[in-house]
């Protein structure tokens, strides 16, 4: 709930992001001023276009030699005259779902609403540039402190936090879901009742929590450190092209992924069943795509290579595949895999489910084709009603059903008839579920 109210803040008040949404409370308060933070290895893309940053646990004042005259350099920040966000939405949708589950066959029908609303008071405080300047003229870096020793040995790259949004009061974020008949509840029959359930969900906002922030790149090197004033930026190579230039969004999306999953047609079918076999344990559990994230994204940071082990037999036999690969190999394949997590990160706990059940009914390259139609339109457009391809639909309702709830869940209302509505900006959302799927596709043999 808190990475979608900080991502709400940032795009109604930030149209040209410059700020990073922060996605979780518990971490909210080591994004602070002065703050330095671990870039990813991995760029951004384009269901996720805020640079992907992790905490370090340490600010810029850590690992400095003392100054001249001892003042602490938190003296430095500026703050600006707080405003407040108000909103408030709600979306009705109504539909049925039909779900075979062994022993029984579950009928579910209804209809399902949802209601977000907020008011939110936001302030700035920031580091001039000028001051970080003339603190780096003043002192250098404590090349003995075991953070700066250890970063050597890395390709990690140091950003520091010049500029936050804070809520200057407590605040609450509410978020409900009714669904009558048990439409978009958790979709399976186990979870489902013949009745009416309400959903209520909400989280309070500290005063003084962390809501977004931007960085500047400092380097460090012999000693000293610098501001990167005009960082180079990471670019896709021109030779995977969408098919065709009148895709739209579609052609965008589709470079993106051809470009990041470019290992997978390499892999022999043996290896591509061991990637999909992965994929799916983590997607029905949290825990290891965590884990998985973290070990892919630690291959790339290290430069004298890396030993993967975990205690998950889940990833161990992934792990043992990849001790054999060749470096640069392995180093592309890290990417893929750490691509596709991020894009399942993006999704909701239902749509990882409702994508294992998909899998099962072998309807995933089917439904690749539909959510590749929606991207065509623009969907951040407003609620303005389009139609996709009717040939795309399913001929079986259960099918058919289960994908309108799949695509319902990245904010598009598909009905049977093809007519589609944009509920809220969700180009990223259904971006990010094109990812899954073409990716499962692949792994799967089915594209």
Same mark, same amino acid.
């Given at each position: 709930?808190?990475?979608?109210?900080t991502?709400?803040?940032?795009?109604q008040?930030?149209?040209?992001?410059?700020f990073?949404p922060?996605?979780?409370?518990?971490?909210?308060?080591?994004?602070?001023?002065l703050y *330095?933070?671990?870039k990813?290895s991995?760029?951004?893309?384009?269901f996720?276009?805020?640079?992907?940053?992790?905490?370090?646990?340490f600010?810029?004042?850590?690992?400095l030699?003392?100054?001249?005259?001892?003042t602490?350099?938190?003296?430095i920040?500026e703050?600006?005259?707080p405003?407040?966000?108000t909103?408030?939405?709600a979306?009705?949708?109504?539909?049925?779902?039909s779900?075979?589950?062994d022993?029984a066959n579950?009928?579910?029908?209804g209809?399902?609403?949802?209601?977000?609303?907020?008011?939110?008071?936001p302030?700035?405080?920031s580091?001039s540039l000028d001051?970080?300047?003339? *603190?780096?003229?003043e002192?250098?870096?404590?090349?003995?402190?075991?953070?700066i020793r250890?970063?050597?040995?890395t390709?990690?790259?140091?950003f520091?936090?010049?500029?936050?949004?804070?809520?200057s009061?407590?605040?609450?974020?509410?978020e409900?879901?009714k669904?009558?008949g048990?439409?978009?509840?958790?979709?399976?029959?186990?979870f489902?009742?013949?009745s009416?359930?309400?959903?209520?969900?909400?989280?309070?906002?500290?005063?003084?929590?962390?809501?977004a922030?931007r960085t500047?790149?400092?380097?460090?090197?012999?000693?000293?450190?610098?501001?990167?004033?005009?960082?180079?930026?990471a670019?896709?190579?021109?030779?995977?092209v969408?098919?065709?230039?009148?895709?739209g969004?579609?052609?965008?999306?589709?470079?993106?992924?051809?470009?990041?999953?470019?290992i997978?047609p390499?892999l022999?079918?043996?290896?591509?069943?061991?990637?999909?076999n992965?994929?799916?344990a983590v997607?029905g559990?949290n825990?290891?795509?965590?884990?998985?994230?973290?070990?892919?994204?630690?291959?790339?940071?290290?430069?004298?290579?890396?030993?993967?082990?975990?205690?998950?037999?889940?990833?161990?036999?992934l792990?043992?595949?990849?001790?054999?690969?060749?470096?640069g190999?392995?180093?592309l394949?890290?990417e893929?895999?750490?691509?596709v997590l991020d894009?399942?990160?993006?999704l909701?706990?239902?749509?990882l489910?409702?994508?294992?059940?998909?899998?099962?009914?072998?309807?995933?390259?089917?439904?690749?084709? *539909?959510?590749?139609?929606?991207?065509?339109?623009?969907?951040?457009k407003?609620?303005?009603?389009?139609?996709?391809?009717?040939?795309?639909?399913?001929?079986?309702?259960?099918?058919?059903?289960?994908t309108?709830a799949?695509v319902? *869940?990245?904010g598009?209302?598909?009905?049977?008839?093809?007519?589609?509505v944009?509920?809220?900006?969700?180009?990223?959302?259904?971006a990010a579920?094109?990812?899954?799927?073409?990716?499962?596709s692949l792994?799967?043999?089915?594209?």
């Amino acid at each position: 709930m808190f990475k979608k109210l900080t991502k709400c803040i940032v795009n109604q008040m930030d149209p040209s992001k410059e700020f990073v949404p922060v996605e979780s409370i518990a971490d909210n308060e080591h994004f602070r001023p002065l703050y *330095l933070l671990k870039k990813k290895s991995k760029p951004k893309n384009l269901f996720h276009p805020a640079p992907y940053y992790q905490r370090t646990g340490f600010t810029l004042d850590h690992v400095l030699l003392p100054g001249g005259d001892g003042t602490s350099i938190e003296s430095i920040h500026e703050d600006s005259s707080p405003f407040t966000l108000t909103k408030t939405c709600a979306d009705q949708a109504d539909g049925g779902l039909s779900i075979s589950v062994d022993p029984a066959n579950v009928e579910l029908k209804g209809g399902a609403s949802t209601s977000k609303e907020f008011s939110i008071t936001p302030q700035k405080k920031s580091i001039s540039l000028d001051s970080l300047e003339a *603190l780096r003229r003043e002192r250098g870096i404590n090349t003995e402190h075991s953070f700066i020793r250890q970063l050597r040995k890395t390709n990690i790259r140091l950003f520091v936090v010049t500029e936050i949004l804070e809520a200057s009061e407590e605040a609450v974020y509410k978020e409900s879901t009714k669904a009558n008949g048990g439409f978009k509840i958790k979709l399976y029959a186990t979870f489902c009742a013949q009745s009416t359930r309400e959903d209520k969900q909400s989280i309070v906002i500290p005063k003084g929590c962390t809501l977004a922030f931007r960085t500047i790149p400092i380097q460090i090197r012999d000693g000293a450190w610098d501001l990167d004033h005009f960082p180079a930026e990471a670019v896709r190579k021109a030779a995977y092209v969408a098919d065709g230039p009148s895709q739209g969004n579609l052609g965008v999306v589709l470079t993106e992924v051809k470009y990041s999953c470019r290992i997978f047609p390499e892999l022999s079918p043996d290896q591509l069943l061991i990637v999909l076999n992965t994929i799916k344990a983590v997607m029905g559990d949290n825990n290891l795509l965590q884990e998985l994230s973290h070990k892919m994204e630690e291959i790339s940071e290290q430069n004298d290579g890396y030993e993967l082990k975990s205690e998950s037999p889940e990833l161990q036999a992934l792990f043992s595949t990849l001790q054999h690969f060749p470096r640069g190999d392995l180093l592309l394949l890290a990417e893929g895999i750490t691509y596709v997590l991020d894009a399942l990160h993006e999704l909701m706990e239902d749509q990882l489910l409702l994508l294992l059940e998909s899998l099962e009914r072998k309807i995933v390259s089917q439904q690749l084709k *539909l959510v590749g139609n929606l991207l065509k339109h623009d969907l951040n457009k407003g609620k303005e009603t389009f139609f996709v391809d009717a040939g795309l639909l399913f001929p079986h309702a259960e099918d058919q059903e289960l994908t309108i709830a799949l695509v319902e *869940l990245s904010g598009v209302q598909l009905q049977e008839d093809g007519s589609a509505v944009p509920t809220d900006q969700p180009f990223e959302a259904v971006a990010a579920l094109f990812v899954a799927l073409y990716a499962l596709s692949l792994l799967s043999g089915s594209e």
